[in-house]
């Protein structure tokens, strides 16, 4: 009985886990959408990447992403990489900046 609580407490624990890297992905691709004004009906854009990459700071994390975005007026497509900084806050974690290179 006591393994199978303590298998469900590290299962809890371990989707909690997802959960809270999941949401600190979706806010650096919604960020991302921003810098780049990837809204704009004009755009089409594909991620094709997505990670974790250093930090500017001990407490915080970082989130690297690979986007190509096509122009639909130009036909152009330009790939950015774009790096998104977190900062550790009381609740959880808040973005820094976005830089798109």
Same mark, same amino acid.
């Given at each position: &009985?006591?393994?199978?609580?303590?298998?469900?407490?590290?299962?809890? %624990?371990?989707?909690a886990?997802?959960?809270? #890297?999941?949401?600190? +992905?979706?806010?650096?691709?919604?960020?991302v959408?921003?810098?780049l004004?990837?809204?704009?009906?004009?755009?089409?854009?594909?991620?094709? $990447? *997505? $990670?974790?990459? !250093?930090?500017?700071? %001990?407490?915080?994390?970082?989130?690297?992403?690979? +986007?190509?975005?096509?122009?639909?007026?130009? &036909? *152009?497509?330009? !790939?950015?990489? @774009?790096?998104?900084?977190?900062?550790?806050?009381? !609740?959880?974690?808040?973005?820094?900046?976005? #830089? @798109?290179?």
């Amino acid at each position: &009985m006591k393994k199978l609580l303590v298998i469900a407490l590290l299962f809890a %624990s371990t989707t909690a886990h997802a959960g809270r #890297i999941k949401e600190v +992905v979706i806010m650096a691709t919604e960020d991302v959408e921003q810098t780049l004004n990837l809204l704009n009906p004009d755009f089409r854009y594909v991620i094709k $990447g *997505q $990670g974790f990459t !250093e930090a500017d700071d %001990s407490t915080g994390t970082a989130i690297q992403t690979v +986007v190509a975005v096509r122009n639909l007026i130009t &036909m *152009q497509t330009r !790939e950015w990489t @774009c790096t998104t900084q977190f900062h550790k806050a009381p !609740e959880f974690f808040e973005i820094t900046y976005t #830089i @798109c290179k």
